[in-house]
């Protein structure tokens, strides 16, 4: 280490986190590698082109005003896209669609449910701005619409909106606190598709890294960090450093680390609740019915959306389709049948779908995030922290780390973080 405290970081993961932190540090003048097993760059933020269509891996959207897009922002990358529209969505309940109330006209006209329960929703997501949702961080999402919500039919529709914009389906287990703001975040702000795929975050952020001097080793697996920070990769090949972050998921950071299972390491692995998506993702080369773009499931954990209708992902006049179903920390217990569940809907929503279809992809369970905010550690605040005391040099950044955000934005969120903390041990061991 130089005596400025410009010191050598070694990042693990390719993805959004270890690329954001390996710009924030190179910036910061330290000499940063970062070792990414795959042969490419992205993780799941990645997007696959064929035959002019883009896929994202399974449906991805990017809150407009949180945590990502600031860390976006600061660290220069810029994208386009455009908010998907709720207005024409369907509820799909019992095997029926119902306009989904989402604005006041279709609350008012929807078969969804009857006059009480139109008039609850109508208060309840007039007031939901306003809930303070630290207040709500330790109690369940299931217990939270038990003691707050009366009607039954809102109930089921506010767990459905919860699956939307959290990905979780664990009622009994997920933070109502966190929870609630994620929906805050979605009906005062939305989402935007992007233009081009989440692989235009990961090439923007490329050029950043590039620029700002990050080493970027591809096809580089590690396969163990030593307690001192040394790096020891797959080729036999060693890396020394005074700070280590691992951007991948918690039982790969238990397993990396050298008896990383005897440490805490192993108790974030053990505590961590996923939240898991069979993702059904579909290229039309034209779309049957050009008004049916959403739909949410009320009575089964499903979805679907249109991501061509915001965002430049397909050919002209073609549409890019992406159906999944919320399956919580658990994997589909018959994936096939649930292939067969995710085409029922499109058959649903876009009957006529099959003639059309140029290039499919089914992924049966794919990890979206690997910390969902549990009621029991106490949302958000209980998420483990970048730094880790029992293993000075060695931090920790993704979707299941931090206390800001959920999915891409606590993975950029702890990135940051993570970069700010290793900045200040480099700085406090210079001076000393
Ligand atoms: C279906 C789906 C839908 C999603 N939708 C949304 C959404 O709508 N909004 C949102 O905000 N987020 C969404 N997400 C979540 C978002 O994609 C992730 O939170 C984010 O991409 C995670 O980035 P990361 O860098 O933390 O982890 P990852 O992308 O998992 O990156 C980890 C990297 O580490 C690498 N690696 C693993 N082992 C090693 C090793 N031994 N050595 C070196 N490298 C290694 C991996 O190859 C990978 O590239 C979705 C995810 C999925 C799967």
Same mark, same amino acid.
């Given at each position: 280490?130089?005596?400025? &405290?410009?010191?050598?970081?070694?990042?693990?993961?390719?993805?959004?986190?270890?690329?954001?932190?390996?710009?924030?540090?190179?910036?910061?003048?330290?000499?940063?590698?970062?070792?990414?097993?795959?042969?490419?760059?992205?993780?799941? @933020? *990645?997007?696959?082109?064929?035959?002019?269509? $883009?896929?994202?891996?399974?449906?991805?959207?990017?809150?407009?005003?949180?945590?990502?897009?600031?860390?976006?922002?600061?660290?220069?990358?810029?994208?386009?896209?455009?908010?998907?529209?709720? /207005?024409?969505?369907?509820?799909?309940?019992? &095997?029926?669609?119902?306009?989904?109330?989402?604005?006041?006209?279709?609350?008012?006209?929807?078969?969804?449910?009857?006059?009480?329960?139109?008039?609850?929703? !109508?208060?309840?997501?007039?007031?939901?701005?306003?809930?303070?949702?630290?207040?709500?961080?330790?109690?369940?999402?299931?217990?939270?619409?038990?003691?707050?919500?009366?009607?039954?039919?809102?109930?089921?529709?506010?767990?459905?909106?919860?699956?939307?914009?959290?990905?979780?389906?664990?009622?009994?287990?997920? /933070?109502?606190?966190? *929870?609630?703001?994620?929906?805050?975040?979605?009906?005062?702000?939305?989402?935007?598709?992007?233009?081009?795929?989440?692989?235009?975050?990961?090439?923007?952020?490329?050029?950043?890294?590039?620029? @700002?001097?990050?080493?970027?080793?591809?096809?580089?697996?590690?396969?163990?960090?030593?307690?001192?920070?040394?790096?020891?990769?797959?080729? &036999?090949?060693?890396?020394?450093?005074?700070?280590?972050?691992?951007?991948?998921?918690?039982?790969?950071?238990?397993?990396?680390?050298?008896?990383?299972?005897?440490?805490?390491?192993?108790?974030?692995?053990?505590?961590?609740?996923?939240?898991?998506?069979?993702?059904?993702?579909?290229?039309?080369?034209?779309?049957?019915?050009?008004?049916?773009?959403?739909? $949410?499931?009320?009575?089964?954990?499903?979805?679907?959306?249109?991501?061509?209708?915001?965002?430049? $992902? *397909?050919?002209?006049? &073609?549409?890019?389709?992406?159906? !999944?179903?919320?399956?919580?920390?658990?994997?589909?217990?018959?994936?096939?049948?649930?292939?067969?569940?995710?085409?029922?809907?499109?058959?649903?929503?876009?009957?006529?779908?099959?003639?059309?279809?140029?290039?499919?992809?089914?992924?049966?369970?794919?990890?979206?995030?690997?910390?969902?905010?549990?009621?029991?550690?106490?949302?958000?605040?209980?998420?483990?922290?970048?730094?880790?005391?029992? $293993?000075?040099?060695?931090?920790?950044?993704?979707?299941?780390?931090?206390?800001?955000?959920?999915?891409?934005?606590? /993975?950029?969120?702890?990135?940051?973080?993570? @970069?700010?903390?290793?900045?200040?041990?480099?700085?406090?061991?210079? *001076?000393?």
């Amino acid at each position: 280490m130089t005596q400025n &405290g410009h010191g050598r970081v070694t990042i693990v993961g390719g993805g959004l986190a270890g690329l954001a932190s390996a710009t924030y540090l190179a910036r910061a003048g330290h000499h940063v590698t970062l070792c990414e097993k795959a042969s490419t760059l992205g993780g799941r @933020a *990645a997007t696959h082109e064929h035959k002019g269509y $883009l896929f994202n891996v399974g449906p991805h959207a990017l809150y407009r005003k949180a945590e990502a897009a600031a860390v976006l922002d600061e660290l220069g990358v810029r994208f386009s896209g455009k908010s998907p529209t709720a /207005s024409g969505g369907f509820a799909l309940d019992r &095997g029926t669609k119902h306009a989904l109330p989402g604005g006041f006209v279709s609350l008012l006209t929807t078969g969804l449910f009857g006059v009480s329960a139109k008039i609850e929703t !109508a208060r309840v997501l007039a007031t939901l701005q306003k809930v303070d949702t630290a207040a709500w961080a330790d109690v369940t999402v299931r217990d939270w619409t038990e003691r707050e919500i009366q009607h039954p039919d809102l109930r089921r529709l506010l767990l459905g909106l919860f699956r939307l914009t959290t990905y979780g389906n664990d009622p009994d287990l997920q /933070s109502a606190g966190a *929870a609630i703001r994620q929906l805050q975040l979605a009906l005062s702000a939305n989402v935007t598709y992007l233009d081009g795929g989440w692989q235009t975050l990961i090439d923007g952020l490329r050029v950043q890294a590039e620029t @700002a001097g990050v080493d970027l080793r591809l096809g580089r697996g590690v396969s163990h960090i030593e307690r001192d920070c040394t790096v020891r990769l797959r080729d &036999g090949s060693t890396l020394e450093a005074e700070a280590v972050v691992i951007a991948a998921s918690p039982d790969l950071a238990a397993d990396l680390v050298v008896d990383g299972r005897a440490t805490v390491l192993g108790q974030y692995a053990d505590d961590a609740v996923p939240a898991r998506a069979a993702c059904l993702d579909i290229a039309l080369a034209t779309l049957p019915v050009p008004r049916a773009t959403f739909a $949410l499931g009320i009575d089964q954990p499903l979805y679907f959306s249109v991501h061509s209708a915001s965002a430049k $992902l *397909a050919p002209a006049g &073609g549409a890019l389709v992406h159906v !999944a179903r919320y399956l919580g920390a658990r994997k589909s217990e018959d994936p096939h049948a649930t292939e067969r569940e995710l085409e029922r809907v499109l058959d649903l929503v876009q009957p006529g779908w099959q003639a059309q279809v140029v290039d499919r992809r089914f992924l049966p369970a794919m990890t979206v995030t690997h910390g969902v905010p549990t009621a029991k550690n106490g949302g958000l605040a209980g998420r483990p922290a970048p730094a880790i005391p029992e $293993l000075p040099g060695i931090y920790l950044a993704g979707d299941w780390v931090g206390n800001e955000g959920a999915l891409a934005d606590a /993975s950029l969120a702890s990135a940051r973080c993570a @970069a700010a903390l290793i900045g200040a041990q480099l700085r406090t061991s210079a *001076a000393a």
